[in-house]
Every structure is written in C-alpha cells, then in structure tokens.
C-alpha cells in the first residue's frame, strides 16, 4: 500500500556558520595542540631514554626476552652493529620521536577527531571523550600487539634464516630499529579499521549490506596485507590476517549499528521507511 513517506530533516551541525577560512584555523590550532601532546611524549621518552631503548625496543634481540619464554619459541640473540658514523645518533633521536608520538597520541588523537566530530553528530553530543578514547585504545592495542606478537617473530625469522651456514646475520641497528618502528606503527594503524567503518559510515559511504557482498575478497586482502608487513612465512601472516578479519567483521556490526542510529536520526524513531 502506498503512503507519503516524511521528508527528512537533516541535523544542524555546529559548524554550518563556519567559513572555509575558519575551518583552516581550527584544524591550525588542534594540529599545534595535538603536536604540543606530541612533544611532551618525546620529553618523557628522553627521561626514559635508557631504558625505552635498552629494555623495551631492544629487548626482542636477546634470547631471554619474555616473549619467547611466554610462547616457548626457540629463539637466539640478535647482533646488531653500526654500519655509519651518525647512524646510532640518528637512530637514537628517530626512536625518540617515534616514542614520543606514541606517548602523546592520545592528546593528538582527541585534538583531531575534536576537528572532525561536528561533521558527524547533532549538536548536544558528549561523544567526543568516549570516541577519541576508543580510537586511542584501539592505537595502542595495535601497537602492543605489533610489538608482543608480530616483532618477536619476524626478527627471530630474519635473524635465523640463512643462504648459507657461510653467511653470517649482523643486521645493521639504523635497520633494525626502522623495521620495528614500522612494525608497531603499522598495527597500530590497521586496528583502527573498526573506526573507519564507523566514520564512513557516519557519513553515510559505508553500508553494512556492501562490507558483506564484498567480504570474501575482503578477507583475500587482509592475508595480501598482511605478506606486505610480516616476514614472508604463514604464521607471521596468520597472526596479522585473522585479526584483521576479526576487525573487518566488527566493522561490519559497528556499519550495522551507526547505520541504523543515522536513519532514526533523519527518518524519526521508527527508522528509515519501506519505499515498497
């Protein structure tokens, strides 16, 4: 039976009275916020100098590293040497900056979804601390798990494989220390698939019917993904592509959700109507 449906009013958002200009100078200052979070990080990762980088990034190169003893992998002790006369001093203060903008993420994060946020909520929202603390736990998780399960066993397979028993591994430090700086970085990265979905979503790009139409070849693309950033064996890939499915799946749930949230938002409390 046909009926007239209503016709939606879209929200007011807060930044409807904003020029581009103004829009500019917001992003300005949030950027120069986020970046003041980013020194303090470095600041502290600099007190912490010593033992950031003897126990925490170096620790994976020694064979008693408790990692290995938590997971029982037979693993050996790393050498590593300078290859460059600089090369340990601009390892030193990369690693620094790396750190510190891993400490002062949080502050950096908050500063930029506070950026985004009036493009996607009603006025009245108290959001902003809950979401931006969601895309910083999900940061640092994917750094931890960068960090605990992906760096253990890709340097424990760099470091043992050999063309030839001839061949000795000194692995350069300036490499050691970019590789596993990418590692966790990149994790860190990849965990935030869940708020992609949920930001795309809010704008109304990303449906949940459309992430399961194309979940198959989502799934290809999470183990091509994961060859990219993990040693080139099945169980370092593994550990990176079933995460990343799992984040895939919940990023169809959270879709699902947003997406339903949204058409009551447009359409009133009983949602978007059947055109049928």
Not at 32 to 38: N, T
Not at 58 to 81: E, H, M, R, T
Not at 126 to 135: H, L, N, S, Y
């Amino acid at each position: 039976m046909d009926r007239d449906l209503p016709t939606p009013e879209p929200p007011k958002l807060d930044t409807d009275n904003m020029s581009f200009l103004d829009h500019l100078e917001e992003l300005r200052w949030r950027i120069i916020k986020g970046l003041g979070g980013v020194v303090l990080g470095m600041i502290v990762a600099f007190i912490y100098s010593d033992f950031l980088i003897d126990t925490v990034l170096l620790g994976p190169v020694y064979a008693d590293f408790f990692v290995y003893k938590f997971i029982g992998l037979d693993a050996v002790d790393v050498s590593l040497q300078n290859r460059r006369l600089p090369g340990q001093f601009f390892t030193y203060w990369g690693t620094l900056i790396v750190i510190g903008f891993i400490i002062g993420s949080p502050l950096f994060i908050y500063q930029l979804w506070k950026f985004i946020e009036p493009a996607l909520e009603s006025p009245g929202r108290k959001k902003t601390r809950w979401t931006a603390f969601v895309i910083v736990f999900l940061f640092l998780l994917g750094v931890s798990f960068g960090y605990l399960v992906l760096v253990p066993f890709a340097v424990q397979f760099f470091a043992q494989f050999q063309l030839s028993d001839s061949v000795r591994n000194d692995i350069d430090i300036t490499a050691y220390f970019s590789a596993v700086t990418m590692w966790v970085i990149a994790c860190g990265i990849i965990f935030q698939l869940p708020m992609i979905s949920y930001t795309l979503s809010k704008f109304g790009i990303l449906t949940p019917e459309f992430m399961i139409k194309y979940r198959k070849l989502a799934i290809v693309m999470c183990f091509v993904l994961a060859a990219f950033i993990t040693p080139p064996d099945p169980v370092s890939q593994f550990l990176i592509g079933i995460p990343l499915i799992l984040l895939y799946q919940l990023g169809i749930y959270i879709s699902r959700v947003v997406n339903r949230n949204r058409d009551r938002e447009i359409w009133g409390k009983e949602g978007k109507p059947d055109p049928a």
